[in-house]
């Protein structure tokens, strides 16, 4: 069932999601060669405490960690590890900040030292790919028309979007319907509504979309072995546009 929620509701979200944005900025600060990403998730955990909030991920279905790192040909999912970051490596840091009770879920994916070209670029567009779906999730556009911004944005430039994993509604759980596909025809599916709450996660590949699952049932990474990005936003639609909750 699609919900759509009150004024309040997205004031709360908001406040998480002012959190998640400024602990996305230290990170920012934190990412260099050398640094574990289990030194990033024990980071998260201490902000999030220290600001009356929880990380969400962490028991989610048996996910033990705080937030996902997944590091170059990782799709999402990534658990934090021990192994330190290399110069060229890209990693993207995704999490999920409950304040009392309210949600909010981002995903950005950071350079580590000094990158290829070719990672730069990926980024480049992963992260304009993510504001092209979100200028189309206005009132009376439809699900379809957030797909197809980014896909028809990505795919000229040689990406690909990856199929199997989706932006979401959300709040008061973390996925809720409807399904946000991050390809897909114009015109086509729900109608999105003001009060309606979505996250918008293009996951970006530079080969084939196609992903497989790690051993640990957890981790999607591509099949050809080539890199992947990912950004996400939480946000709501409202009279005046779409409406960042997790903006920097
Ligand atoms: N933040 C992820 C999403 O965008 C949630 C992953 S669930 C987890 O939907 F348990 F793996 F963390
Ligand atoms: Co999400």
Not at 13 to 19: C, N, T
Not at 47 to 57: H, I, M, S, V, Y
Not at 119 to 134: C, F, N, R
Not at 239 to 248: A, H, N, S, V, Y
Request: charge should be negative; include cysteine.
């Amino acid at each position: 069932m699609v919900t759509v929620k009150s004024e309040r509701e997205i004031k709360l979200m908001h406040e998480a999601g002012k959190i998640l944005a400024s602990c996305h900025k230290e990170i920012a600060k934190m990412i260099k060669p050398g640094i574990t990403t289990s030194e990033i998730d024990q980071f998260v955990e201490k902000f999030l405490a220290d600001n009356g909030a929880t990380p969400e991920q962490k028991g989610y279905q048996g996910y033990k960690y705080a937030t996902c790192a997944s590091i170059n040909d990782e799709i999402c999912h990534g658990f934090p590890r021990n192994t330190p970051l290399q110069n060229g490596d890209i990693v993207t840091i995704d999490m999920v900040v409950n304040l009392n009770g309210a949600l909010a879920d981002s995903a950005w994916t950071y350079a580590v030292g000094e990158i290829s070209e070719k990672a730069q670029d990926l980024l480049e567009v992963t992260e304009k790919s993510l504001y092209k779906g979100i200028e189309a999730a206005i009132i009376g556009n439809r699900v379809g028309d957030i797909g197809h911004a980014i896909q028809s944005y990505v795919e000229p430039l040689g990406y690909s979007v990856v199929r199997d994993f989706t932006g979401h509604g959300i709040g008061p759980t973390l996925h809720e319907a409807p399904q946000i596909l991050h390809y897909g025809l114009p015109g086509k599916g729900l109608r999105l509504k003001e009060g309606m709450v979505i996250t918008i996660e293009p996951m970006i590949n530079v080969g084939t979309w196609e992903s497989k699952m790690d051993s640990n049932g957890w981790t999607a990474r591509t099949v050809d072995g080539k890199l992947s990005a990912q950004y996400e936003h939480t946000i709501a639609i409202t009279k005046d546009g779409p409406f960042i909750l997790t903006q920097q």
